[in-house]
């Protein structure tokens, strides 16, 4: 069973703070990662996606993809009380036909 | 608005009706997908659609029934459905073939509680 794991949380982080968020995945070949915002009552919505190793930057946004750990991060710097949200992180398998998603880390950014 | 538009938005049927789930992209992609989501799961992928050929049934019940007649719209016939059946349903859509990103671009979801 391929596995896309994350910490629940929630992550309570001060406005203004870099917000660090985790994911590991069980699927060695995988070569598609994104990250999803979800706000309460709202569908997902893409904020990232990376497919190589390294860093990937997008305004206060940096996905980290790191394929031999086979564990792919994002940060949010200047954290904003808008930021509060659960973030999912979702892999594309090998065979390329699903996507598969973690439970999601719920974020909360205190004033 | 995300291009992808979810009919209707809140459900409430019995566990002998029959209802459907509609679901229409107008993004121009060529892939759609249904997911269903529970309090505290993970969403759960249950088919999926490229060019309008089912490509993944994720084991999903036969109560669930998903219907492609086009790219642009998806359809998700329900029947005999159990409480436990209650959940989000998300329908999404992305772009299939040499400009395949992966991305999905999700709908706003239908409510659904089954009594």
């Known amino acids: 069973q391929k596995e896309v794991e994350q910490n629940s949380g929630p992550l309570s982080v001060p406005e203004g703070a870099i917000a660090s968020l985790n994911c590991t995945y069980s699927?060695?070949?995988?070569?598609?990662f994104f990250w999803y915002r979800q706000y309460s009552g709202k569908s997902p919505e893409l904020i990232m996606s990376?497919?190589?190793?390294g860093d990937k930057e997008d305004g206060r946004f940096t996905a980290q993809l790191n394929k031999a750990s086979q564990y792919v991060s994002l940060l949010i710097r200047d954290s904003q009380p808008s930021d509060s949200a659960t973030y999912l992180c979702a892999v594309r398998d090998s065979s390329a036909s699903k996507i598969i998603f973690g439970s999601g880390t719920r974020l909360s950014i205190r004033p | 608005e995300t291009g992808v538009t979810q009919t209707p938005r809140h459900l409430v049927m019995g566990m002998t009706n029959k209802k459907s789930l509609k679901c229409e992209q107008h993004l121009g992609h060529n892939a759609m997908y249904w997911y269903k989501q529970s309090a505290k799961k993970p969403l759960e992928l249950m088919f999926v659609?490229?060019?309008?050929?089912?490509?993944e049934n994720n084991s999903v019940p036969s109560r669930f029934s998903p219907e492609c007649p086009n790219s642009s719209h998806l359809f998700l016939h329900l029947h005999t459905l159990q409480p436990e059946d209650s959940a989000l349903y998300l329908c999404?859509?992305?772009?299939?073939?040499?400009?395949?990103?992966?991305?999905?671009?999700f709908g706003e979801g239908s409510r659904l509680t089954v009594l």
């Open positions: 999404a859509s992305s772009q299939a073939g040499t400009a395949d990103t992966g991305e999905l671009f």
């Open positions: 990376i497919y190589s190793n």
């Open positions: 699927d060695r070949v995988s070569q598609s």
């Open positions: 659609y490229n060019f309008k050929e089912q490509t």
